[in-house]
């Protein structure tokens, strides 16, 4: 006797005529459908939307960056001249630079009368601060103004991506025009190291920063008031990290499959409850009628 290969199948076909249509197997067909184009159309967009992770963990992240971070500088002091604006940068490994020059722009406002402060430079990964005074010019000012508007204080890439909402430049707007004019001002930022990976695996370096602030006098030695605005920094040994994530293809399938599945099953149930239901009714009507 021949082998016959179709005793594996276990998908057993029922003939045409065996089967029996109804209106209400044809409404849990409909809605079924419409239930699993909904789940599957919800499921594709969750698979093309990029999924941001983020995690914690305790390590320098840049180890390429020689122990500098660049620091970007956008400040006005409306009510101080250009030629008495200076930025010095001071830490712990000892550097002491007073009135930094480089990659830095002076453009005056209010006719001259006013200064906006603009500047690029790199600080050590140490704790110190930087600041804009007067210290650098040839000669003080009897009453310097150190009112101002912080417009951007940032360190290191700027990250601009959707799904990200960090304290990238949280001193952005800080307004302080209405402040004591001799004034000081002091900012203590704890900047914590951020890293955006993106799905092709490649990392872009950035740092958020927490910051608190004081407003006080302060008088030199000889009795005088030289107010500044410092910035105070120290490093966060925790490190955020962002990373991009698409879900995985098999995974996308897996839970289509489960859907359609799942679905046809409990209809099927819920049809056949519904059928069984329905001629234990027409039989018991005919018991009443004989």
């Known amino acids: 006797m021949p082998f016959d290969f179709r005793r594996f199948d276990i998908y ?5 005529d065996l089967t029996q249509p109804t209106y209400t197997g044809a ?10 184009l909904f789940l599957f159309l919800s499921e594709l967009t969750g698979f093309i939307t990029t999924e941001i992770v983020n995690e914690l963990y305790v390590d320098d992240p840049d180890k390429d960056s020689g122990g500098k971070i660049d620091v970007s500088l956008n400040i006005s002091l409306p009510n101080l001249h250009c030629e008495l604006v200076g930025l010095d940068i001071q830490d712990e490994m000892g550097r002491h630079e007073v009135g930094h ?19 690029q430079f790199s600080i050590n990964k140490v704790p110190g601060n930087f600041h804009v005074s007067t210290h650098s010019a040839t000669a003080q000012p009897q009453n310097p103004d150190m009112t101002h508007i912080i417009h951007k204080l940032s360190f290191g890439d700027t990250l601009q991506v959707q799904n990200v909402h960090g304290a990238f430049n949280a001193l952005g707007g800080a307004d302080r025009l209405t402040s004591n004019p001799l004034a000081s001002h002091d900012y203590i930022l704890k900047i914590v190291p951020t890293v955006y990976e993106d799905k092709s695996g490649k990392q872009r370096y950035s740092y958020q920063y927490t910051v608190a602030n004081k407003e006080y006098v302060a008088y030199s030695h000889t009795g005088r008031i030289i107010p500044a605005i410092w910035f105070r920094y120290d490093l966060s040994p925790i490190t955020v990290k962002y990373t991009e994530r698409r879900q ?35 039989k018991i009507q005919l018991g009443k009628m004989h």
Do not use: H, Q
Not at 12 to 16: E, L
Not at 250 to 271: H, N
């Open 101 to 119: 020059i480089d990659n830095s722009m002076k453009i005056p406002l209010n006719n001259g009368a006013g200064c906006r402060f603009e500047g």
């Open 12 to 16: 057993r076909k029922v003939p045409k």
């Open 27 to 36: 409404i849990i067909s409909i809605c079924c459908c419409l239930f699993i």
């Open 248 to 282: 995985p293809l098999y995974r996308f399938i897996t839970t289509i499959c489960a859907i359609i599945g799942g679905t046809f099953t409990v209809a099927g149930i819920l049809d056949s409850c519904i059928f069984t239901a329905s001629e234990a009714w027409k």
